[in-house]
């Protein structure tokens, strides 16, 4: 027979479309599969806007660490790619692609360790 006082468990709220943890590793690591297929760094774009500002405030400063890498890459890949007529963009497009591996598996290990971005707003590392 049923329970009439029976609450069910409560979510512990760290899965993997809820803001938290987790749901900033799924992020980063969109954010490298997108170098492989392109459109899973637009998700984890839309993932990070979604949960900003919802979760405590050490994983904000991830979400906007986020945010800001996929704009700032863009704008970079932008310039790169306008450069290119002058062949140094080539060289350029290289470094913005380390750029963001650099600043998602600096996300990727402070995330791990439950620590803040210090600088979430930096432009650079």
């Keep these: 027979m049923a329970d009439p006082n029976y609450q069910p468990p409560v979510s512990s709220g760290d899965g993997w479309f809820s803001p938290g943890r987790m ?10 599969v997108s170098f492989v297929v392109g459109l899973t760094g637009i998700v984890g774009l839309i ?3 979604m949960n900003r ?3 405590e405030p ?14 700032i890459g863009l704008l970079y890949a932008l310039i790169s790619s306008i450069l290119m007529l002058v062949a140094i963009g080539v060289i350029l497009i ?7 591996v650099v600043r998602c598996v600096i ?12 600088n979430p707003t930096s432009w650079w590392i």
Excluded at 23 to 32: A, E, P, R, T, W
Excluded at 59 to 64: C, E, G, I, L, S
Excluded at 107 to 118: D, F, V
Aim: with cysteine; aromatic share 20%; proline share 2%.
């Design 23 to 32: 749901n900033v590793q799924v992020v980063y690591c969109l954010y490298l």
């Design 47 to 49: 993932m990070a806007y």
């Design 53 to 55: 500002g919802k979760g």
């Design 58 to 71: 050490w994983v904000d400063t991830h979400y906007a660490y986020a945010i800001r890498t996929f704009w």
């Design 94 to 100: 290289f470094g913005v692609a380390i750029w963001i």
């Design 107 to 118: 996300g990727l290990q402070k995330a791990s360790a439950g620590e803040p971005i210090a």
